[in-house]
């Protein structure tokens, strides 16, 4: 069984910074990629980024380009998403997610992730 764990969450000041990270507990697997999702109150749960495993290729939401980088370890088992210039619209849970070994596109789909982290509360102030 495997399990994500995320850290890091957190409350920052608009502007500010946090960095989350998510490291898979249990079997380890070669998933075909790893990202983040967000959930804020009442609304659906949305891709933030996601980063492949075979050659590290990011992608990621339009409303966190150049403001938001994930990365990875170079086990490529813990994956971080470093979160720079904060506004209170960021306030969400922030979810991990994994694939499985093989790959489903597109990745900024829900449906592609068959595995989840329990989230983590990211609360950003004006």
């Known amino acids: 069984q495997v399990q994500l764990v995320e850290s890091g969450g957190g409350l920052a000041q608009a502007g500010g910074s946090l960095r989350l990270s998510c490291v898979p507990s249990?079997?380890?697997?070669?998933?075909?990629?790893m990202g983040w999702f967000r959930q804020a109150p009442g609304k659906e749960r949305e891709f933030v980024a996601t980063?492949?495993?075979?050659?590290?290729?990011?992608y990621y939401a339009d409303s966190v380009k150049g403001r938001f980088t994930i990365s990875r370890d170079n086990a490529k088992t813990t994956v971080y998403l470093q979160m720079n210039s904060l506004n209170p619209e960021d306030t969400a849970v922030y979810y991990c997610?994994?694939?499985?070994?093989?790959?489903?596109?597109?990745?900024?789909?829900?449906?592609?992730?068959?595995?989840w982290g329990q989230g983590t509360q990211v609360t950003v102030s004006s």
């Open positions: 980063i492949r495993r075979r050659d590290g290729s990011t």
């Open positions: 249990g079997r380890i697997f070669g998933n075909c990629a």
């Open positions: 997610a994994a694939t499985p070994p093989y790959c489903r596109t597109p990745y900024d789909s829900r449906a592609a992730y068959d595995y």
